[in-house]
């Protein structure tokens, strides 16, 4: 299965695709993650991305695509992946298409993961991140285990005003794959996010199995 995680930042693709990934026994495929990766390796990759992301702006088409290629061509990736921040254009989801054409496969199905921004700037800023595993907490509704909380860290494209940058970016470039998908034929599986973790996913897997 290929499935595509839609929603603006913070609605939680991440978490959900996190649980979806262990259930469905498919990678997850979050371009941020590796990004943030390669940033704090101090690899090439994370030197060009990193002024972009600091800014809430995109990293540029190439970068990305390149990196997905060569993701999606690995044997890990044969049975499926679960797609967390990508595509987030028009011509990142057009070069998606002909990717996974090439090697056979298509999308299967696309989620949306509704939530108003009122919401999301709460969950932000009480986002933490734990080093060591990447796993993703909040402070208040998925708090880190005692052992843990003393390392967590938060995300520098958290701070208030990046994270409106990143909300404009949202509206303006990755909100018009809605109708991509819908022109293309794919049902849009639309999830109330707002709902806690667990229900969320359940809505998810809910609309998967019809
Ligand atoms: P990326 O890491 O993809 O950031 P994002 O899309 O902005 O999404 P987030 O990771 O912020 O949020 P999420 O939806 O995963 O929510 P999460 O589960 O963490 O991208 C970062 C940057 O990298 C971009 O700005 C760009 O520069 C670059 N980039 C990445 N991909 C790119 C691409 N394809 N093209 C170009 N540039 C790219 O949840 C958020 C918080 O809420 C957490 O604290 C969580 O615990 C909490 N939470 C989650 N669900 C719930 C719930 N149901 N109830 C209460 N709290 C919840």
Redesign the pocket.
Do not use: C, W
């Given at each position: 299965m290929h499935l595509i995680l839609l929603?603006a930042?913070?609605?939680?693709?991440?978490?959900?695709g996190a649980l979806l990934a262990e259930r469905l026994g498919i990678p997850k495929l979050?371009?941020?993650?590796i990004?943030?990766e390669a940033v704090r390796n101090g690899t090439e990759l994370g030197r060009e991305?990193k002024q972009?992301?600091d800014a809430?702006?995109?990293?540029p088409?190439h970068v990305?695509l390149g990196l997905v290629r060569e993701l999606l061509a690995s044997p890990a990736a044969e049975q499926g992946v679960i797609f967390?921040?990508?595509?987030?254009?028009i011509a990142?989801a057009e070069a998606l298409e002909t990717i996974l054409g090439d090697l056979g496969r298509g999308v299967d199905a696309v989620v949306l993961?509704d939530v108003p921004d009122r919401t999301i700037v709460q969950?932000?800023s009480?986002?933490?991140t734990d080093p060591e595993t990447g796993e993703?907490?909040?402070i208040v509704?998925?708090p880190p285990p005692p052992e843990i909380a003393p390392r967590v860290i938060q995300r520098v494209?958290d701070r208030e005003d990046t994270v409106q940058r990143?909300l404009d970016v949202y509206r303006q470039s990755t909100a018009p794959l809605i109708g991509f998908y819908e022109r293309a034929g794919l049902p849009i599986e639309r999830v109330d996010?707002?709902?806690?973790?667990e229900r969320?996913q359940a809505e998810i897997s809910r609309r998967l199995a019809r």
């Open positions: 929603g930042p913070g609605a939680g693709k991440g978490t959900q979050a371009t941020g993650d990004l943030r991305a972009f992301m809430g702006e995109l990293v088409d990305i967390d921040g990508f595509p987030r254009t990142q993961i969950r932000m009480g986002r933490r993703v907490y909040h509704s998925n494209d990143r996010g707002t709902q806690e973790i969320v």
